[in-house]
C-alpha cells in the first residue's frame, strides 16, 4: 500500500481503545452506527494493560501472602509455615488476569461489528484522520470523530523514566524481580498503592510525599487509620520532600507518581482546529464535544479527573450525544477508593468541606469493632463515617474505612444522586451479618438511634 492513498469514509472513528474509546465504540454500535476503532497498541488501554487491573490484582495477590504470613500466628486457629513467595509467578498470575480480560474486551468489539484497526492516528483536518499501522497507512474521513487517546507519566525536569532507577508506576507493576528496597515519590492513591504491595512482598518501602499530608481531600480521620495501616506494614513516610531532590535523598529505584499529562502532542490537533486546554488536553463541553462540534473527546486526553470510571462514562456520554441524545457528563458525585490496609473509599463531600460549603453538618459514625461481620472477618481495624445536612437529613458525603470500603461506596453513591436522606438509609433492610451494615448504623448514629454502639442521652 502506498502511503495515503487509500481513503476510506466511515461513520464513527474512535482513537484510542482503553476504557474511554472500547466503552464509546460499543455504545455507539449499540445504537446503530458502524464504528472504525484505531488502537496503537493494545486494547483495553492503560487501566486493563498497565494500570488499574495489574494494580489490583497485586493488591490481592499480595495481600493473600501478607495474610498466610500472619503477624500473629495462629489467628483463627491457622497456622502456616514454610511460606514461599514466587514473584515471577505472580506477575505470570496477573498477566492471565489481564489477558483472559483483553480477550473479552477483543470479543466485545468484534461481536459489536467494530472495525478494529491496529495503528497510531492523528488529524490531517477537521474531517479526516490519517493511520500508520503494521500494513501501512489509511486516511478514513469520518463523519464523527471520538478522541481517546488517554494520558501519560508526567515527565519530571531532570528525571528520566528509564524503568530501571526512575520508574512510571506501570513500569513499577512489570518490575522483573522484587528488589530488596524501593523509594515512592507521590501522595495520590497510586503511591499508596504500590507502596503496599511491595511492604506485603516484604520490600523495604519509603514513601516521599511532596506536601505535608497524603490524599488531599480525604477526611482527616480516615487518613490516620489508613497512615497507621501503611507504618503498620513498616513503610516509612517522609513528606515535604522536593520532587527534584528524591533521587539524591534515596539510592534505591525510585517509583514517581506525579499525575499525568494529556496524549495530545502526535495527534496534530491544530490541523482539524481543535483547541486545547492550559494543560495540553482537549477542550470539551459537557456533552464531550470539542471546539469542533463533530469531534468528541474523552477520557484521560481531556485532562480531568485520571480515572477509568470517568473515562467509561464519558465515552458513553459521547456515543449517545453524537446519536442525537441529550445527554451530558454532569456526576454530582465521583467516589475515589484508595487499597491500601485498611481499604479507603470517599464519595460527595468530607464534614470539613461541607460546613464549607455552608450546610449545618451532621455526622454519623460506627466504627467496624462493634460489626459482627467485620470480627468475622479478623477486620476490626475501620469505620464508616456519613456526612448529612442537619436540616433536612440528606445525605451529603461518605468515608468508608475497612475491607471492601471500594465496593461499598457504590451504594451510596447512589444514594447521594438520588438525593437520599438519612431516613432512607436507615429504613431499608440490610442483609445481616453484613459489612453493609456499617452505613445503617452511621446513619443512625447521626440521628441519635444507633442500635450497636451507645448513644449518648
Ligand atoms: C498504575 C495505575 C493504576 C490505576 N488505577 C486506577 C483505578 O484503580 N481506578 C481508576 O478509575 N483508574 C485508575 N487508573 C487510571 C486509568 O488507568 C485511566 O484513567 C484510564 O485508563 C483512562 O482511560 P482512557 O481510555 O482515557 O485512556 P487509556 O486507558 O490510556 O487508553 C488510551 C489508548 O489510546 C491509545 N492511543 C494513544 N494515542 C493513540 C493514537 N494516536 N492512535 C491510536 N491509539 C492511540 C493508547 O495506546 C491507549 O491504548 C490507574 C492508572 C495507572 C497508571
Excluded at 55 to 69: G, V
Aim: negative net charge; aromatic residues 4%; glycine residues 10%.
Amino acid at each position: 500500500m502506498v502511503v495515503g492513498d487509500v481513503t476510506t469514509a466511515v461513520d464513527v472513528l474512535v482513537l484510542g481503545a482503553g476504557p474511554g474509546g472500547y466503552v464509546a465504540a460499543i455504545r455507539a454500535a449499540q445504537l446503530g452506527h458502524h464504528v472504525t476503532l484505531v488502537e496503537a497498541d493494545m486494547p483495553g488501554g492503560t487501566c486493563l494493560n498497565r494500570g488499574c487491573i495489574p494494580l489490583k490484582a497485586l493488591l490481592s495477590s499480595s495481600e493473600r501472602y501478607r495474610q498466610a504470613r500472619q503477624e500473629e500466628p495462629g489467628v483463627m486457629g491457622i497456622h502456616v509455615e514454610a511460606l514461599t513467595l514466587n514473584w515471577a509467578a505472580m506477575q505470570d498470575w496477573k498477566q492471565g488476569v489481564v489477558n483472559r480480560l483483553a480477550e473479552g474486551v477483543r470479543k466485545l468489539i468484534s461481536g459489536n461489528a467494530i472495525e478494529y484497526v491496529h495503528g497510531k492516528g492523528w488529524f490531517i483536518n477537521a474531517q479526516e484522520v490519517r493511520v500508520e499501522g503494521e500494513y501501512g497507512s489509511h486516511h478514513f474521513k469520518f463523519d464523527h470523530c471520538i478522541i481517546a487517546t488517554g494520558a501519560e507519566a508526567a515527565p519530571v525536569p531532570g528525571l528520566p523514566y528509564d524503568g530501571k532507577q526512575v520508574l512510571t508506576p506501570e513500569q513499577a507493576l512489570a518490575l522483573p524481580a522484587l528488589p530488596a528496597a524501593l523509594s515512592i515519590y507521590g501522595d495520590d492513591y497510586i503511591a499508596l498503592e504500590l507502596a503496599t504491595v511491595f511492604a506485603r512482598l516484604d520490600v523495604e518501602v519509603k514513601l516521599y510525599s511532596p506536601g505535608e499530608q497524603l490524599l488531599a481531600g480525604f477526611d482527616p480521620a480516615a487518613l490516620r487509620l489508613v497512615q497507621a495501616g501503611l507504618r503498620k506494614l513498616g513503610i516509612a513516610i517522609a513528606t515535604k520532600t522536593p520532587v527534584e531532590k528524591i533521587t539524591t535523598i534515596t539510592e534505591h529505584p525510585v517509583i514517581i507518581s506525579n499525575g499525568v499529562c494529556p496524549r495530545t502532542a502526535d495527534l496534530h490537533v491544530s490541523d482539524a482546529d481543535i483547541e486545547l486546554t492550559a494543560n495540553n488536553g482537549i477542550a470539551v463541553n459537557s456533552m464531550q464535544q470539542s471546539s469542533v462540534p463533530n469531534i468528541y473527546a474523552v477520557g484521560d486526553c481531556i485532562g480531568g479527573q485520571a480515572l477509568a470510571s470517568v473515562a467509561i462514562k464519558q465515552g458513553k456520554v459521547a456515543a449517545e450525544v453524537l446519536s442525537g441524545q441529550r445527554v451530558q457528563f454532569a456526576p454530582l458525585v465521583i467516589p475515589r477508593v484508595v487499597h491500601t490496609t485498611p481499604e479507603l473509599a470517599t464519595v460527595g463531600y468530607t464534614t470539613q468541606e461541607a460546613a464549607q460549603a455552608g450546610y449545618n453538618v451532621v455526622t454519623g459514625r460506627f466504627p467496624l469493632a462493634a460489626s459482627g461481620r467485620a470480627l468475622t472477618l479478623a477486620a476490626e481495624n475501620g469505620a464508616a463515617l456519613i456526612v448529612a445536612d442537619a436540616d433536612n437529613g440528606l445525605l451529603l458525603g461518605a468515608t468508608l474505612v475497612g475491607p471492601r470500603a471500594g465496593d461499598l461506596i457504590g451504594q451510596l453513591t447512589l444514594a447521594i444522586e438520588m438525593g437520599a436522606t438519612l431516613t432512607d438509609l436507615s429504613e431499608i433492610l440490610y442483609p445481616h451479618p453484613s459489612l453493609s451494615e456499617i452505613v445503617l448504623e452511621g446513619s443512625e448514629n447521626a440521628q441519635g438511634r444507633a442500635i450497636h454502639i451507645l448513644t449518648k442521652p
